[in-house]
Structures are given as structure tokens and as C-alpha cells.
């Protein structure tokens, strides 16, 4: 099973600050199968990027994400009041497991 | 608008059963493989199980194989869980998420999108 570790588990950011969040891969993951989610409290998850870079339908161009093989990273410019939530990588190339999350808040 | 919607939770003592449904609507049920998703409160995510468009491959997480069962009527584009021999570390909310991507003969390759709003299971005595 691969591993996904996530850091830093929390980011205390301001609004409109660049966010970086990490997630790191205990084994390659192949052909990118690297997506990106945001969960808002009381919400369910949402796909922000797939493909190690490619965003969902209506997501804005704020959130980029990058990487391959097993470092990965998702960045979010200029940080919107809406943008501070939980975000969880999930790799999809050999069965399916989810990272332990990162809390973006309001510094 | 693509929508789902859990229902089926509910309190349950350790060892009883559970069935889990998932409605879908505002898309072609058929043409997707469909997920479930657990997340304990408070805590991370947890894929579940996952079928393609026609059953034709199915899987699950080692901490519920042999006692979950998914299925699905795409008929009545609805998606199921079948929980037996529940535990208390089963406890979580349940999402149902469509996958995008492909299926081989064993598992499919998805992400999830959309997800429903869940579906609280509280396994206790």
C-alpha cells in the first residue's frame, strides 16, 4: 500500500498569502494518479486537482498543483477568506489511499 | 446537477448489520464506477470500496473485506453497502463519490467527484 504524508499538518497563513502543501509518497506514483481535495467543516471533500496538475471543473487558477514520482505539492496564491480548510492528497495509480490532511488557517 | 445522497446510517450495536444506499441523479449512472468513503469525525479520509459500471470489478479495503459487500442498481441508479459483523472502529461518516477514471479487471484508478453529503454510522453497545 502506498503512504501519502502530508506536511505541515497545519499552515497559519493571512488572506492573500501563497500557501505550499506537501505530500510525499512512500512508493512512486504512477502515471501522476495524484489528486488534491478541499473539505470545508461539515462538508464533504471537493476534487480541486487531478492528474498532479490538473484543476477540476471550476476551480479557480489560484490553486496550481505539481510534482511526480512521490513529492508532490499543491499551491494556492493569494490565499481567499474561502480558501482556509483542510486539504487531503489521494493517489489513485495502485489502489487508493488518502493522506493524513493539512489545516490551512487564519493566521 | 450532479447530486447524491446517502441514507441508511444509523446507530447499530458491534456485530449487527447495516445497509448503506446512495442515490444518484443528474448524470449517466451507468457509465461511472462509484466509491464509498469513510471519515471518522475529526479525522482523515478512508477508501472503502469501489465497483465499475457493470460490476464487473469490484474492491475493498483490507479493514472491511469479507464483511462489506457494495453493490449497485443501475436501474434505479443507486448505489449500496451491505455492512456485516459491524465494529465499533467502523464508526465514521460514509460518503458515496463518483470515480472518474478507468477500471481494470480487479479495481478502478478514480478520483472522486463529486461526493454525496454522508451518512453518520455509530457502531456501539
Known amino acids: 500500500e502506498i503512504v501519502l504524508t502530508q506536511s505541515p499538518g497545519t499552515l497559519s497563513l493571512s488572506p492573500g498569502e501563497r500557501a505550499t502543501l506537501s505530500c510525499r509518497a512512500s512508493?512512486?506514483?504512477?502515471?501522476?494518479?495524484l489528486a488534491w481535495y478541499q473539505q470545508k467543516p461539515g462538508q464533504a471533500p471537493r476534487l480541486l486537482i487531478y492528474?498532479?496538475?490538473n484543476r477540476a471543473t471550476g476551480i479557480p487558477d489560484r490553486f496550481s498543483g505539481s510534482g511526480s514520482g512521490t513529492d508532490f505539492t499543491l499551491t494556492i496564491n493569494r490565499l481567499e477568506p474561502e480558501d482556509f480548510a483542510v486539504y487531503y492528497c489521494?493517489?489513485?495509480?495502485?489502489?487508493?489511499?488518502f493522506g493524513g490532511g493539512t489545516k490551512v488557517e487564519i493566521k | 446537477e450532479v447530486q447524491l445522497v446517502e441514507s441508511g446510517g444509523g446507530l447499530v450495536q458491534p456485530g449487527r448489520s447495516l445497509r448503506l444506499s446512495c442515490a444518484a441523479s443528474?448524470?449517466?449512472?451507468?457509465?461511472?464506477?462509484m466509491h464509498w468513503v469513510r471519515q471518522v469525525p475529526g479525522r482523515g479520509l478512508e477508501w472503502v470500496s469501489g465497483?465499475?459500471?457493470?460490476?464487473?470489478?469490484?474492491d475493498y479495503a483490507d479493514s472491511v473485506k469479507g464483511r462489506f459487500t457494495i453493490s449497485r442498481d443501475n436501474a434505479k441508479n443507486s448505489l449500496y453497502l451491505q455492512m456485516n459483523s459491524l465494529r465499533v472502529e467502523d464508526t465514521a461518516l460514509y460518503y458515496c463519490?463518483?470515480?472518474?477514471?478507468?477500471?481494470?479487471?480487479?479495481?478502478?484508478?478514480?478520483?472522486?467527484?463529486?461526493w454525496g453529503q454522508g451518512t453518520l454510522v455509530t457502531v456501539s453497545s
Open positions: 492528474g498532479a496538475s
Open positions: 465497483i465499475n459500471w457493470n460490476s464487473g470489478s469490484i
Open positions: 463519490a463518483r470515480g472518474l477514471g478507468y477500471c481494470s479487471s480487479t479495481s478502478c484508478h478514480n478520483r472522486f467527484d463529486p
Open positions: 443528474g448524470f449517466m449512472f451507468d457509465d461511472y464506477a
Open positions: 512508493q512512486s506514483v504512477s502515471s501522476s494518479y
Open positions: 489521494q493517489q489513485y495509480g495502485s489502489s487508493l489511499t
